[in-house]
């Protein structure tokens, strides 16, 4: 994730991404650039945390799946915040 201004990029569950929130556990982030890694198969999700942000569209669902026995290489995401 790479972004200037006024953001974050925060980890969520599918329920806090549907409605645009955060719990006391989510983790965040407020540096740019950040890497995260894909560690597991599934489904993580990312919201702005920044009020009315990710009501505007800031958030993405990025699903992983699990590497297959040919191995193709790794997958790189690039994901930039607009203000």
Same mark, same amino acid.
């Given at each position: 994730?790479?972004?200037?201004?006024?953001?974050d990029?925060?980890?969520?569950?599918?329920?806090? +991404?549907?409605?645009?929130?955060?719990?006391?556990?989510?983790?965040? +982030?407020?540096?740019?650039?950040?890497? $995260?890694?894909?560690?597991?198969?599934?489904?993580?999700?990312? $919201?702005?945390? $920044?009020?009315?942000?990710?009501?505007?569209?800031?958030?993405?669902?990025?699903?992983?799946?699990?590497?297959?026995?040919?191995?193709?290489?790794?997958?790189?995401?690039?994901?930039?915040?607009?203000?």
């Open positions: 994730f790479t972004w200037s201004g006024n953001h990029v925060v980890v969520v569950s599918e329920a806090d +991404y549907s409605g645009c929130t955060k719990s006391s556990s989510s983790v965040t +982030y407020t540096s740019s650039p950040k890497s $995260i890694p894909l560690t597991a198969a599934g489904t993580t999700y990312y $919201i702005c945390s $920044i009020t009315g942000h990710c009501g505007a569209g800031m958030k993405v669902a990025v699903t992983a799946t699990a590497a297959s026995s040919s191995s193709s290489p790794p997958l790189l995401l690039l994901l930039f915040l607009a203000p």
